[in-house]
C-alpha cells in the first residue's frame, strides 16, 4: 500500500502535459498540504479486495473516507508505505463551486461529506499517516 502527502499550489492556467507539470513541481510556491491531505492510493488488487470487504459505507472522495483508508493499510498492509516528497504531486487550490457550495468550510455542509463524517465519528478504525507502521520514503 503506497499513498503520499499533496503539494497544495495556486495555478494561473491548465496543464497541458508532462512538460508544463515537471516546470510546476520546481516551483517555490507549493505548500505540503497538512497531514491527512493525501489524494493518491496504489495497492495490489489482492489487497484492495481485502479493503473493500471490509469498507464501511463512505462515499469515496468525500472527506473522512481516505483516514478509514489509512487504518485499512496499517491493518491489512504488509509495510505500508507513506511517500512524503517524490513523486511531487500537484493539488490545485480551489473552491467548491462545482458542488454548490460557497466556501471551503462549508464542504462540511455537503451530504456526502456529512454522510461520511457521521460514518467516521462513530467508527473505531480511524488513523492518520503519521506514526504507527507506516515506512516514509
Known amino acids: 500500500f503506497v499513498?503520499?502527502?499533496?503539494?497544495?499550489i495556486s495555478l494561473s492556467g491548465p496543464?497541458?502535459?508532462e512538460r508544463s507539470y515537471l516546470a510546476l513541481c520546481k516551483r517555490s510556491d507549493t505548500k505540503v498540504h497538512r497531514s491527512g491531505g493525501t489524494d493518491?492510493?496504489?495497492f495490489p488488487v489482492t489487497l484492495g479486495r481485502r479493503i473493500l470487504a471490509i469498507m464501511p459505507d463512505y462515499?469515496?472522495?468525500a472527506a473522512a473516507w481516505?483516514?478509514?483508508?489509512?487504518?485499512?493499510?496499517i491493518?491489512?498492509?504488509k509495510t505500508p508505505i507513506c511517500?512524503?516528497?517524490?513523486?511531487?504531486?500537484l493539488h490545485p487550490r480551489h473552491g467548491y463551486r462545482q458542488l454548490g457550495l460557497k466556501t471551503a468550510k462549508s464542504i462540511y455542509e455537503h451530504p456526502a461529506v456529512r454522510h461520511n463524517m457521521k460514518i467516521y465519528k462513530?467508527?473505531?478504525n480511524k488513523a492518520g499517516i503519521s506514526g504507527g507502521r507506516w515506512k516514509y520514503s
Open 3 to 8: 499513498t503520499g502527502i499533496r503539494h497544495d
Open 15 to 17: 496543464i497541458t502535459d
Open 40 to 42: 493518491y492510493f496504489a
Open 59 to 61: 462515499v469515496m472522495g
Open 66 to 73: 481516505d483516514n478509514w483508508l489509512h487504518w485499512a493499510a
Open 75 to 77: 491493518k491489512l498492509s
Open 83 to 89: 511517500t512524503l516528497s517524490k513523486p511531487k504531486i
Open 122 to 124: 462513530a467508527s473505531k
